[in-house]
Structure formats: C-alpha cells, structure tokens
C-alpha cells in the first residue's frame, strides 16, 4: 500500500482531481455552462492519465500478445467514452469533428510540439526509418478509408440514398476493424510496430494486478461521469462562446481527452527518445481512424443516433494535409526543431480556419 500511495501522487495531474468534486458542486450550486464545462474537461484530463497508467501495468501482466491488445484498445479510451457520451446526446457533428480533431492533432500539434522540444534540447534527432516507413503506408491507408465514403456518398442519389449511405458507412466500418485487426496481428509478431504502442518497462509494475484493476475502472468510472457532465452543456458552451460544434469538436474535445498522452510524447522527445514519441502519436492516429471511428459507427446504431462515416470537404482537406506533411517530414528518419515548428504552423492554421467557419 505505501508504494501504491507513493506512485498514485507521483504523478503530477493529481491536483486535477479536484476538478471532480468541483464538477459536483457547479451543477447543484448550478454555476453557468462554461464553468461546468471548464471544469469537467480538466477533470478528464488526470482521469485519462491513470488509466494509461492502469492499462500499461495491467499489460506487464499478460503476456506480449495480449499486452499488445490491451494498449492498442483501451489508448484512446477517454476519447472513446466522450464521443460515445456525445453520440447518445445526438451530437453527430461534434463527435466526427472529434475523429478528424484526433487524428491532425496527433499528426501535427503532438507530433510537431515533440520535435520541437527535442530539436530545441539534442539537436537533430534520429528514429527508425524502416518503421517511419511502415507508418506512412499505415496511416495513407487509414485515411483513404475515411475520405473513400465521403467521396462516393456525393454520387449516391434516389430515394433510398440515406439507406446507400449508411450501408457504405457500415461496409468500410468492418473492413477498417479488419484492417485493425491485422495491425494487431503484425503487432504480436514483431517486436517495434505502430499499432502495439507498448512502452517497454525494465522495472516491475507500479501497481499490483489488483490496484491497476481497481485504478482502471474507478478512473473509468470517472471519465464517464465527466463526460456526461461535459455534454451535457456543451450546446450551451457552443452559445455562450459563440463557437461552432465543429470546432468544439475538432479542436476542444480531442485536446480534452489526449493532453496525457500527448504529454508523454513529449517526455519521450525531451529524453531523446524520438522512436517512443513518434510511435505514441502515430498509433493514437491510427487507432481513432482504424478502431474508435468504425466502431462508433456501430455503437451509433445501438443508440438510435445511427452516425455515418461522411466528412466535409475541410475536414478530409485537413486528413489529407496532415499525413502528407507528418509522412515528409518523418520519411527520412530524421527530425529537427524547424520540421516540428512547420508541423505545429499548419496545425495553428487549420484551428484558426475552423474557428471562423461558420
């Protein structure tokens, strides 16, 4: 127990924990929106960090195969509850912004701040090309499968055209879980693939088998209360702001869920470990577009939201631009600080883009 305690308020985000009770006490004191909203997203933000925590020592756990499993599908599991609790709400818009918003904040703010921090403090950095390489292929075909249902839903016209649409949305979702699956596959049987995301530990766990059950589902537990609390308002949020659901969704709600991980990524940069830091933001891509997009597509009709996989044209031109910029810049298996700094320009744009559309 008191090496429980000792890891439990070593981590940093632990004050943010506060936000939970304080959460409680804005909606019986019924404090405005924003208030409620601030705060449920900052209580989300620790809450998604121990269950990284719980997931990776429950991995150490299991053998590699299964604790492959375990990262790869519990890695976005803040997110995947948020956009769940959003689309139980009806807020379809928000929840594909929130794909999109992933998986260019991965590929630029995460990825482009991480080469920053490390060109900044090391100079030029070097990864594995081979694996660069592999996660260019990965992610061009990831994309494609988003863009492919958008495109075609254009020419699909008729009477039953919502009937076409949908069942093309839910096509391409069995075949990216598929495709999912595969990676896994690949996962287990090497030793450094994008889609394991296992952070290789010398030392024993932090927690028990026991304590990092208990964490996981009481930190579970939390992000879904948060979440519901953070939807609940966020029509009233987009008011009170004067902002769009598109934005909330493509910028707010994924910084919301991943600032944890993301700041893993850049403590990976910051120890000069370049292959960890490219790899988290990478796998966090593929595993929204691969695993959380298509299976919201089925949870969506469980539901009775049913959510079809069509992005507009900013969306899929902001997809397009972030994996041909990520895959230049990382192709080479080298990184400097101006590379990051590009990445990170692109990305401020494209949010200052979305925040003026209407």
């Keep these: 127990m008191k090496h429980f305690n000792k890891f439990l308020f070593k981590n940093p985000l632990i004050f943010l924990l506060l936000a939970i009770p304080l959460t409680l006490i804005a909606q019986l004191l019924h404090w ?10 900052v209580g989300i933000i ?17 053998d590699p195969r299964l604790g492959a499993l375990l990262n790869a599908t519990l890695g976005n599991a803040a997110e ?10 009806g807020l379809l818009e928000l929840v594909k912004a929130s ?4 998986i260019i904040g991965n590929l630029l703010l995460v990825l482009g701040f991480s080469i920053v921090v490390g060109g900044v403090r090391h100079g030029m950095q070097t990864f594995n090309k081979a694996n660069a390489s592999r996660n260019a292929i990965l992610l061009v075909l990831a994309v494609v499968t988003l863009i492919i249902p958008s495109v075609f839903s254009q020419s699909i ?12 949305s839910i096509g391409v979702a069995i075949i990216m879980i598929v495709l999912y699956g595969l990676g896994l596959l690949d996962a287990s049987r090497l030793k450094e693939s994008v889609l394991s995301h296992t952070m290789s530990k010398s030392e024993l766990p932090d927690w028990s088998l026991t304590q990092a059950i208990i964490i996981l589902a009481l930190s579970t537990i939390g992000v879904v209360y948060m979440s519901e609390s953070l939807v609940r308002v966020a029509e009233d949020v987009i008011v009170g702001l004067g902002i769009s659901e598109f ?3 493509i910028i707010l709600v994924p910084l919301i869920g991943n600032v944890a991980e993301h700041l893993v990524a850049v403590q990976m940069a910051l120890k000069n470990k370049m292959d960890l830091s490219v790899e988290i933001a990478v796998s966090s891509s593929l595993q929204i577009a691969l695993f959380v997009a298509p299976l919201l597509v089925f949870i969506s009709l469980m539901l009775g939201h049913p959510m079809q996989l069509i992005f507009n044209k900013f969306e899929l031109l902001a997809l397009m631009a972030a994996v041909v910029i990520s895959t230049l810049v990382s192709s080479d298996g080298e990184s400097t600080w101006l590379e990051g700094a590009g990445l990170l320009a692109i990305y401020i744009i494209l949010g200052l883009a979305f925040f003026l559309l209407p």
């Design 247 to 249: 934005f909330l969704g």
């Design 80 to 89: 995947l509850i948020i956009t769940v609790t959003a689309v139980q709400a």
């Design 157 to 168: 016209v008729g009477v039953a055209a919502d009937s076409k649409v949908e069942a093309l």
């Design 32 to 41: 405005s929106p924003i208030a409620i909203f601030i705060l449920a997203a």
């Design 46 to 62: 620790p809450l998604a960090s121990y269950i990284g925590e719980a997931t990776e020592d429950l991995a150490l756990y299991t």
């Design 99 to 102: 794909i999109t918003g992933s």
